[in-house]
């Protein structure tokens, strides 16, 4: 299975070891599905983990993104003319959609109307193990 991970899924399962976000993580992790990404992806993952509010290990930080990059899929995407409640959500879809991923991952399911998901299967962590499970 191919998915594209939000950031907000990425940083709550590091955050919170028990938990759907985790268990996504651990997928991911121990190779089950297979990250698509870009480089946007990667920049803003690596962006958010840094900040100091969060005070994760910086070389952690980078193996795991060097761990994402190695086992994942980097992809190509083309912009999509979009309008969601936020831009900056805008890499995911266009990610998932060049890739053919079967799911965007992420917490924030409001910022991703069916308006505008060209498509894509987007499932909250909790139907992510749904559908692994099944």
């Known amino acids: 299975m191919r998915i594209v991970l939000d950031t907000n899924v990425l940083v709550s399962g590091i955050l919170s070891p028990h938990g759907p976000p985790a ?12 990250l698509c990404f870009d480089e946007r992806i990667l920049s803003e993952y690596r962006d958010v983990l840094t900040r100091e509010k969060f005070s994760f290990d910086r070389e952690l930080v980078e193996e795991l993104i ?9 992809t190509l995407a083309a912009p999509l003319s979009l309008s969601l409640p936020d831009a900056g959500d805008q890499m995911f879809i266009e990610v998932a959609v060049a ?3 079967d ?22 962590p909790r ?4 559908v692994m499970l099944s």
């Open 127 to 130: 139907e992510f193990l749904d």
């Open 103 to 124: 799911l965007l991952v992420t917490g924030n399911l409001k910022h991703f109307p069916d308006r505008a998901r060209e498509g894509v299967a987007i499932v909250s």
């Open 23 to 34: 268990a996504v993580l651990r997928a991911l992790l121990t190779e089950r599905v297979r």
């Open 66 to 74: 060097a761990f994402l990059e190695a086992a994942g899929s980097a």
């Open 99 to 101: 890739s053919q991923a």
